[in-house]
């Protein structure tokens, strides 16, 4: 494809950017015949969603999770070979505990019933012991307001979500014990900070849609094994050519109609361009006129999660993972076997909206977390700690604070050929892998339908609420398994 050569059936395109946004795209344009090639400045792929090695462990740079209800990172994670790799869980089933002002803890449980929405949860939060009986019948009643929300109002994403909550008679301790318990994972930020609109689209798809939609799914493996090993074994598969440690320098329009892509090593002609890579980098390589208000991009704040790696001489935790309140642990994940580690137990916490603690000194972090751990973990009293370490992503997230949805650009922009793709974009999801892969087939189906090339091989993930991408056409269904091998970041993306 470089230098102007073009495939067979004469389409070609370049997408910029490996994260899995950009995979997806390029795997939907080859799988339609396109010649492509992939351009990623790391070393590897994956986007934020990655692994190193630390010695003799394999680490993940945080945890990320996906539920149910994620069915196009359902799609993603079978068309690569994954699925089997990060199965889901049976039913929904969240431990919580709280150590809030006692020398012990309490745990409660967020589970479901093989009952229809909404009575799938009503017993979990019936017998709820972190909240009281008045907080659990608000909460029935904010959960039946939040349903009667039309999401399509853009009013939604002015507002903010911890103001609504407040307005329909959530405590603070309600706030905190399940609305933030749930909300800062997915959304990465407190209600507080968080659009309307994107709370009510996480809360009404995950726990008031589908008695599963909310069962959780993990990587058992490192995810550098699926994101980067396995992905590029599928874009080899389907011919894409992925060229690592290749930035991105310029793209712009061609005399003849097409895209000229640079690089530090080579030029690129292609009939289409897909930008897959985060807003300020989109923003610095946009030709002139390629959106209405480019500016935008810029305001589009950004959210850091900080994840705490804790390394036990032994067992400590007899679950796979569990949420605390009371603590300033937040999500707490067994990650010892995925890791490779052969002896004593490997604990990764996930800290979502963590602007007050990005930047804290590692120091300063072990006085803080390991005595949060022996108070959670009566296990962890006696345990050795053999190696505390953090990752830390500084702009792991856009931010979904009220207003961002106005900012968001969808897939086409005003330049023929040229395409947007990743989860800032304009997906209707907060920043996830699921918004991640919906974006790079949104971006994929624009250009193909530009290009005259098939697209009933696409993954139609909003078939079932009849609607399709903002700026794409209509597309043939291709539902993820039901079981999927059975989406959100560093935090619970």
């Not at 004469?10 to 939907?28: D, H, P, Q």
């Not at 003849?256 to 985060?278: H, I, M």
């Not at 091989?457 to 399709?468: N, Q, S």
Request: charged content about 25%.
């Amino acid at each position: 494809m470089s230098d102007g050569t073009r495939s067979e059936a004469g389409r070609t395109a370049v997408v910029v950017g490996g994260g899995l946004a950009g995979v997806t795209a390029a795997l939907s344009l080859a799988d339609a015949g396109v010649a492509v090639t992939l351009l990623e400045g790391r070393p590897r792929l994956g986007g934020l969603a990655f692994s190193f090695r630390r010695g003799e462990l394999t680490v993940d740079n945080g945890q990320h999770v996906y539920l149910r209800c994620c069915t196009a990172y359902r799609w993603f994670l079978d068309r690569i070979g994954g699925a089997a790799l990060a199965p889901l869980q049976d039913r929904l089933d969240v431990p919580v505990l709280d150590a809030a002002g006692r020398p012990g803890r309490r745990l409660g449980r967020l589970r479901r019933d093989a009952l229809p929405v909404p009575l799938h949860l009503g017993r979990s939060l019936a017998t709820y012991p972190h909240l009281s009986l008045a907080e659990r019948a608000g909460v029935g009643r904010a959960a039946l307001a939040l349903k009667g929300l039309d999401l399509a109002d853009p009013a939604l994403d002015d507002r903010d979500f911890g103001g609504w909550l407040a307005e329909h008679g959530q405590s603070p301790r309600a706030v905190e014990a399940l609305w933030d318990l749930v909300g800062v994972a997915t959304l990465n930020a407190v209600a507080g900070d968080a659009s309307l609109a994107l709370a009510a689209m996480v809360f009404r798809t995950g726990l008031l849609s589908d008695p599963g939609a909310a069962d959780i799914g993990w990587a058992h493996v490192p995810l550098g094994d699926l994101h980067d090993g396995l992905a590029r074994r599928a874009l080899d598969a389907a011919g894409v050519r992925t060229a690592l440690r290749t930035r991105v320098t310029s793209v712009t329009p061609a005399p003849d109609g097409r895209w000229s892509v640079g690089t530090s090593g080579e030029r690129l002609d292609a009939d289409a361009v897909v930008l897959a890579v985060p807003q300020r980098e989109t923003h610095g390589l946009l030709p002139r006129g390629a959106l209405e208000h480019p500016e935008r991009l810029l305001d589009i704040g950004t959210a850091p999660i900080l994840n705490v790696h804790v390394v036990y001489d032994r067992k400590v935790l007899n679950r796979p993972f569990f949420a605390a309140l009371g603590s300033p642990v937040q999500w707490v994940f067994d990650r010892t076997e995925a890791s490779g580690l052969r002896t004593g137990q490997y604990l990764a916490l996930s800290q979502s909206a963590a602007q007050d603690e990005i930047d804290t000194p590692v120091a300063e972090l072990r006085e803080r977390y390991l005595p949060e751990l022996e108070r959670l973990l009566p296990g962890a009293r006696g345990a050795v700690v053999e190696d505390f370490f953090v990752t830390r992503e500084r702009t792991a997230t856009f931010a979904p604070a009220p207003g961002v949805g106005r900012l968001r650009p969808g897939a086409r922009t005003r330049v023929p050929g040229l395409y947007l793709a990743g989860a800032w974009t304009a997906t209707g999801w907060p920043a996830t892998m699921e918004g991640a892969v919906r974006s790079g087939i949104g971006a994929a189906s624009a250009a193909l339908a530009a290009l005259d090339r098939p697209r009933d091989h696409l993954f139609d993930f909003d078939e079932a609420a009849g609607r399709t991408l903002p700026g794409d056409g209509p597309r043939t269904s291709g539902r993820a398994p039901e079981t999927a091998g059975v989406s959100p970041r560093g935090g619970l993306r």
